[in-house]
């Protein structure tokens, strides 16, 4: 008689793990910041309607200490797709030299088909001032890649933990539209990768900086 205790059916187990996404472990934490005008009630509920939910979802303005992996910052005023997470989330399992990776923000639904940039990527004229990678309200059409760049506005964005707490967060004494690009330029200097990535939809219902904030 064959004393072999193995289990037959461990190539079905396996099968199964080598199934699972990269990022299947990871613990991240969701942060949703109300603003001035708005309460964190939509945002939350698009959050929760995700394909993949965080580990923990955090209401109040972001802190340094919190105990995840990864974390997903985002202001009241945005509503993420329901594959939102799961996309940024494959991007930084695609690419793991990322500790910073935003999505692309795109404008309200309005009239007619297609799909509306707000803001892809953030970077800085010869003159200083705030722009995107892409002019906004060019139609989206998957043309655009997953690409490095300065910063990254501060709703959508999926930060390192690590990265977070060792660049002290968001300088608040800045406009909320320059926020996540000052972090992204810190997290340059420091040594870190900083990208936007186009597969992650967060739907941008922010009102428009005031121009002073650019000067």
């Known amino acids: 008689m064959n004393d072999d205790t193995?289990?037959?059916?461990?190539?079905?187990?396996?099968?199964?793990?080598?199934?699972?996404?990269?990022?299947?472990?990871?613990?991240?934490?969701?942060?949703?910041?109300?603003?001035?005008h708005t309460d964190a009630?939509?945002?939350?509920?698009?959050?929760?309607a995700g394909d993949v939910q965080p580990d923990r979802i955090v209401i109040g303005a972001p802190e340094t200490d919190l105990d995840a992996e990864?974390?997903?910052l985002l202001t009241a005023t945005g509503l993420p797709a329901p594959d939102a997470l799961r996309q940024l989330l494959t991007a930084v399992a695609r690419?793991?030299?990322f500790d910073v990776i935003g999505p692309l923000l795109i404008e309200p639904r309005r009239r007619g088909p297609g799909v509306m940039i707000s803001q892809f990527g953030q970077?800085?004229?010869?003159g200083g001032r705030?722009?995107?990678?892409?002019?906004?309200?060019?139609?989206?059409?998957?043309?655009?890649?997953?690409?490095?760049t300065l910063g990254v506005d501060q709703c959508g964005i999926l930060v390192r933990a690590s990265v977070w707490q060792e660049l002290g967060g968001f300088t608040t004494a800045l406009p909320p539209s320059h926020r996540g690009l000052d972090f992204g330029w810190r997290a340059t200097l420091a040594g870190r990768r900083v990208a936007v990535e186009p597969t992650a939809h967060v739907v941008d219902r922010s009102p428009e900086p005031d121009g002073a904030d650019s000067r």
């Open 6 to 36: 193995a289990d037959l059916w461990a190539w079905l187990y396996t099968a199964r793990e080598e199934e699972l996404p990269a990022w299947a472990d990871v613990v991240c934490v969701a942060v949703i910041e109300p603003t001035a």
């Open 41 to 48: 009630t939509a945002c939350l509920a698009a959050v929760t």
């Open 70 to 72: 990864w974390l997903w």
């Open 95 to 97: 690419h793991p030299e």
């Open 123 to 126: 970077t800085l004229t010869g």
């Open 130 to 148: 705030l722009r995107g990678l892409v002019e906004p309200g060019e139609l989206f059409q998957g043309q655009l890649e997953t690409a490095e």
